[in-house]
T-cell receptor, first 112, second 113 residues
Framework: SQTIHQWPATLVQPVGSPLSLECTVE??????LYWYRQAAGRGLQLLFY??????ISSEVPQNLSASRPQDRQFILSSKKLLLSDSGFYLC???????????FGAGTRLSVL | GQNIDQPTEMTATEGAIVQINCTYQ??????LFWYQQHAGEAPTFLSY????GLEEKGRFSSFLSRSKGYSYLLLKELQMKDSASYLC??????????????FGSGTQLTVLP
């Protein structure tokens, strides 16, 4: 079975600072990978998804970008954080491009 | 566009049965999912329906009617630890190999002693 690693668990960053969140997956190959954001008390919003190395699709216009430099590594970045970027960021993996997505533990980001 | 509706909150008593409904309107359909999310934690997968009918897994069952755009999650013998948010999600038919999910806002279930 696969394991999804996300770090850090919590992060406090000042407005205007850069961001890099990393997600790595073990125990599977060629997964579909996803980044979601969940604002306090809200549902999950899909930010980016990737079906392979270097292939990134964005769901919403935003201050963030994503990259997939390796098969099982997915990175979420920002050059300058905004207050509105605060939230719970979740990485998900669908192993072997199966339908079911499994989530990492998430990173709680506070932008102050 | 995609639209998924589920009640915001529900309350039930320990040991009882509760049914959480979900209706969806999507461009095509490739499957419906239910996830459980405890406060401050990541969602965990509960069930997946792609064909009409009932899928049973222990105390949890999920039902799907594609013609009605309707699903429900049935929780039996409720326990205090079942207090959580339950998320309904759909893979639209237009998703292709990416299989991206569209989530509802979640139903916050509170189980009372």
């Amino acid at each position: 079975s696969q394991t999804i690693h996300q770090w850090p668990a919590t992060l406090v960053q000042p407005v205007g600072s850069p961001l890099s969140l990393e997600c790595t997956v073990e125990g599977t190959s060629n997964p579909n990978l996803y980044w979601y954001r969940q604002a306090a008390g809200r549902g999950l919003q899909l930010l980016f998804y990737s079906v392979g190395i270097g292939q990134i699709s964005s769901e919403v216009p935003q201050n963030l970008s994503a990259s997939r430099p390796q098969d099982r590594q997915f990175i979420l970045s920002s050059k300058k954080l905004l207050l509105s970027d605060s939230g719970f960021y979740l990485c998900a993996s669908a192993p072997d491009r199966a339908n079911i997505q499994y989530f990492g533990a998430g990173t709680r980001l506070s932008v102050l | 566009g995609q639209n998924i509706d589920q009640p915001t909150e529900m309350t039930a008593t320990e040991g009882a049965i509760v049914q959480i409904n979900c209706t969806y309107q999507t461009s095509g359909f490739n499957g419906l999912f239910w996830y459980q999310q405890h406060a401050g934690e990541a969602p965990t997968f509960l069930s997946y329906n792609v064909l009409d009918g009932l899928e049973e897994k222990g105390r949890f069952s999920s039902f799907l009617s594609r013609s009605k755009g309707y699903s429900y999650l049935l929780l039996k013998e409720l326990q205090m630890k079942d207090s959580a948010s339950y998320l309904c999600a759909v893979t639209p038919g237009s998703s292709g190999s990416a299989r991206q999910l569209t989530f509802g806002s979640g139903t916050q279930l509170t189980v009372l002693p």
